[in-house]
Nanobody, 123 residues
Framework: QVQLVESGGGLVQPGGSLRLSCAAS????????IGWFCQAPGKEREGVSC????????YYSDSVKGRFTISRDNAKNMVYLQMNSLKPEDTAVYYC????????????????WGQGTQVTVSS
């Protein structure tokens, strides 16, 4: 059974950092692109970052470029999102997704999703 589980969310003050993790089970992440998406209340789910296999291509949304870093450890079947210099507007539920070989900004193009982890940036 394919499963993705996010962790690492929480409450952090503006300017703080969090590291999100996405653990895969039931299949091997190696070979697949992994995307991170976020969804704030009342808003559509949107792409944050994506990484293809063997780090050949990495993408960031303009809003997180320079602050967030995506990485993967195929040996551990894990993907990470290091989030620095967090802002209140980063507050959202963050999801990891996979099921395709190439990155896409469209959530509808991913077949497998985790349950999400809440990130709240507030003083």
């Amino acid at each position: 059974q394919v499963q993705l589980v996010e962790s690492g969310g929480g409450l952090v003050q503006p300017g703080g950092s969090l590291r999100l993790s996405c653990a895969a089970s039931g299949f091997t992440l190696d070979g697949y692109a992994i995307g991170w998406f976020c969804q704030a209340p009342g808003k559509e789910r949107e792409g944050v970052s994506c990484i293809t296999n063997r780090d050949s291509n990495i993408y960031y949304s303009d809003s997180v470029k320079g602050r967030f870093t995506i990485s993967r450890d195929n040996a551990k079947n894990m993907v990470y999102l290091q989030m620095n210099s967090l802002k209140p507007e980063d507050t959202a539920v963050y999801y990891c997704a996979t099921g395709r070989y190439y990155c896409s900004k469209s959530p509808g193009n991913y077949g497998y999703w985790g349950q999400g982890t809440q990130v709240t940036v507030s003083s």
